[in-house]
């Protein structure tokens, strides 16, 4: 891999015991910026203020504390905080395996690839026995102060760690409000269907891009070479409450009007 490793640990499960790498499966390309004082282009800072004060509060002067919901604060120290983190460890325990794709797209938050560390014999025949038994397992383990879970998968011959989010961080799709209003008429039915067939194609990740990113870069660049920028604001249609004239405008616009 010609990625740089982020975190060593260990990977554990039974009595197998596989040295990995951890390796970032995403990255950061936002656009990010300087902030300047308009007047003179300086570079400015952001500070904590004092509101009573009226005085900078340097970091170690400052503490953390918990909004209740009676209108209080509950202040903690850092010495309180750090005393109820996780202990430091590299040892990515494998608690259970489970039927492939049983854990749902909801909870994953980030993933990681692992790579070997050293003892390849061991990596390959966890690539192995994944592929064999075709399950996933579910890990856990402590990286940088912070607990995570995740799923342990194969992904093109890759083993990863998808760490997933904690049960109180997704929401139940029941606890929506159930869709109400009229069934569609069997000609809003029929577009509906042949608008779905006529768009349906492969996913091709290559396609879709942040054009954005891709905006501010070419407007950055124009304005580094000195030329004149001009700004044109996207222009967003309108939605139309008609759902048949809808169907039949988005049919029309593939070809088949």
């Known amino acids: 891999m010609g990625a740089r490793a982020m975190w060593r640990g260990v990977l554990r499960f039974g009595e197998a015991r596989v040295p990995v790498r951890l390796y970032a499966a995403v990255a950061d390309r936002s656009v990010h910026f300087r902030l300047l004082h308009r007047k ?19 970091y170690a002067e400052s ?9 209080g604060l509950v202040v903690l120290d850092r010495d309180e905080l750090a005393e109820l983190e996780p202990e430091s460890s590299r040892e990515i325990a494998v608690e ?9 797209h909801r909870w994953y938050s980030r993933p990681y690839y692992l790579g070997p560390d ?27 102060r912070k607990t995570y879970h995740g799923a342990l998968r194969l992904h093109g011959g890759y083993p990863m760690l998808i760490a997933l989010r904690h ?15 009229d069934a569609l008429e069997d000609k809003e039915l029929h577009m509906a269907q042949q608008l779905i067939d006529t768009l349906e194609a492969p996913f091709e990740p290559g396609e879709y891009h942040d054009d954005y990113r891709q905006r501010v870069l070419e407007m950055i660049d124009d304005k580094r ?15 139309s409450r008609d759902l048949t004239r809808a169907l039949e405008a988005s049919l029309k616009e593939v070809g088949h009007g």
């Open 40 to 58: 003179d282009r300086a570079p400015v800072r952001q500070v904590m203020v004092d509101p009573v004060a009226e005085r900078v509060v340097p």
């Open 63 to 71: 503490r953390r504390a918990y909004p209740t919901e009676q209108g």
């Open 96 to 104: 259970h395996f489970l039927p492939a794709r049983s854990i749902d």
């Open 118 to 144: 050293g003892d390849e014999d061991a990596y390959f025949a966890l690539i192995e026995a994944l592929e064999e038994s075709q399950r996933e397992g579910l890990a856990r383990w402590v990286m940088r």
């Open 167 to 181: 049960a109180d961080e997704v929401v139940p799709a029941d606890s929506l409000q159930a869709p109400s209003g």
């Open 225 to 239: 070479r000195g030329k004149h920028v001009k700004v044109t604001p996207l222009r967003r249609p309108e939605p």
